[in-house]
């Protein structure tokens, strides 16, 4: 019976020391521009790439303990989001709107994080 109490002891201690990871800082966002790439790490580092000219693949060494990422652009966008493109363009506020895409992030170990841009409204 002494051991159920050891165990909320030692999950806690477990996220203290950071989780499984040992410390390392993990992702918590991602966010596109037309030509930035923004992610924010868990422990409040925000790190940049220039993702469309790398072509949408690329790595963030500096980034943490590194990380690479893939920018997959959403191909046909539904039509409301076409309509709003193009009274953007029309309006010459192209890149006004976040591009709509997929972000994957994966660390050394091979671990992935995915996100999708813009970030879904709470």
């Known amino acids: ?3 159920v109490f ?3 002891a030692l999950l806690s201690a477990c996220e203290a020391a950071g989780g499984p990871a040992g410390g ?3 992702p918590q ?3 596109l521009s037309a030509q930035m790439l923004t992610v924010t790490l868990s422990d409040g580092t925000v790190c940049r790439a220039d993702w469309a000219a790398s072509g949408g693949v690329g790595r963030m060494d500096r980034c943490g303990a590194g990380f690479g990422y893939v920018v997959t ?3 046909n966008p539904n039509l409301l989001r076409q309509i709003a493109v193009g009274v953007s363009a029309a309006l010459s506020a192209e890149g006004a709107l976040a591009p709509m895409a997929g972000v994957v992030l994966t660390d050394a170990s091979g671990r992935d994080w995915s996100f999708v ?3 879904p409204a709470d």
């Open 1 to 3: 019976m002494r051991f």
């Open 6 to 8: 050891l165990i909320p």
């Open 24 to 26: 390392a800082a993990t």
């Open 29 to 31: 966002a991602a966010r």
């Open 73 to 75: 652009p959403v191909a």
């Open 117 to 119: 841009s813009p970030p």
